[in-house]
């Protein structure tokens, strides 16, 4: 299992996948994610200090990943984290939670101090297909009220069911109202949704200029990051 790795193509940063509870929702229909979870903090917490002690601060920017929210890490994580942001001069944070912590992206935001870009799985804005198929249990009611605590979704595309409609409104959204975003390629995996390969074949011909765009990271295959496996 990758933990640590650069991101050089869009903004650049170090990226950390970092070992976490599972998941307080752990109910997307769509996830498999809970192999790299733990119960066991001892465990959590010593492998962690080994991945953030690799952190050099080259680029001032880090992006800090596990298979759950970032609430989902340890506490004494959550210190080292910090700790490693004052020491290696550290501007700008990437971290990740779900819709069900919205209540709480101020207090991580206050936590750290500094810049800290809020990513959320939404997977796409057609509430149908995001909260009744993919049962993702993110439940905004507009932009409006996503934007208020986080800063950037993360959507995926070439879903058996997902349609070109679904797709073009999803783009049309990311680039109109958010700045930073992150489009992944779905992959196959243990669970019974499936990958729609025509519907990825016409996404990468259509969105040729999205995904070379900067502001948007691009995952055609989950580990493009650099980490996991
Ligand atoms: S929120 Fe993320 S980790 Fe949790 S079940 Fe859904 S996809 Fe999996």
Known sequence: MERYSHITNKTKREIVLLK?????????????????????TKEMIDINNQVLDLITGEYGVLEVIDSASIFELPKDTLLKIKEIIDKKHIHTLFIESHWIYHKRIQEIRDFFGIK???????????????NGYLNKNATF???????????????MVGIQGQTKEMIIKDMDILTHFFEHGTISIYRNNSTS?????????????????????????FLYDPTDFGVGN
């Open 20 to 40: 976490a509870r599972p998941c307080l929702w752990s109910k997307c229909t769509f996830c498999d994610y809970i192999e790299d979870n733990s119960t066991c």
């Open 116 to 130: 800290t870009i809020v990513k959320i799985g939404v997977e796409t804005f057609d509430d149908e297909f995001r």
């Open 141 to 155: 009611q507009s932009i409006q009220e996503l934007k208020q605590y986080f800063d950037s979704p993360c959507l």
């Open 193 to 217: 949704v499936k990958r729609d390969d025509a519907l990825i074949n016409w996404f990468m011909h259509k969105y040729h200029y999205l995904i070379e765009d900067t502001g948007y990271d």
